[in-house]
C-alpha cells in the first residue's frame, strides 16, 4: 500500500516515471519490487558505513503499473 500511495503522489505531481535504490543482497526485496512491475536496472556500488555495498536500481517507466499490480499480488500482504 505505502509503494502504491507514493507511485499515486508522484503521478498527482506529473510524474510518469520511478526509480530506487535495493542492495543487491536484498533478493526478497528485489523479488517484491519485480511483481510489481519494476525493472533491473543499473548496477552499481555505494558505500555505506565504510563498505562497498552493490546496488541495484529498480526501474517503473509506468509508475500507474506499481498500483496494478500491487491489487493483483497476494504475496504483497506479507510486505506491508
Not at 19 to 47: M, P
Request: with cysteine; proline share 1%; aromatic share 8%.
Amino acid at each position: 500500500r505505502l509503494l502504491c500511495a507514493a507511485a499515486l503522489r508522484l503521478i498527482d505531481r506529473g510524474h510518469r516515471a520511478a526509480h530506487l535504490l535495493v542492495v543487491e543482497n536484498n533478493t526478497d526485496a528485489i523479488r517484491f519490487y519485480e511483481r510489481l512491475g519494476g525493472k533491473r536496472g543499473e548496477r552499481s556500488f555505494k558505500n555505506l558505513f565504510g563498505y562497498d555495498v552493490a546496488i541495484i536500481r529498480m526501474d517503473w517507466p509506468d509508475i500507474a503499473t506499481i498500483c496494478q499490480r500491487a491489487k493483483g499480488d497476494n504475496h504483497a500482504e506479507s510486505f506491508r
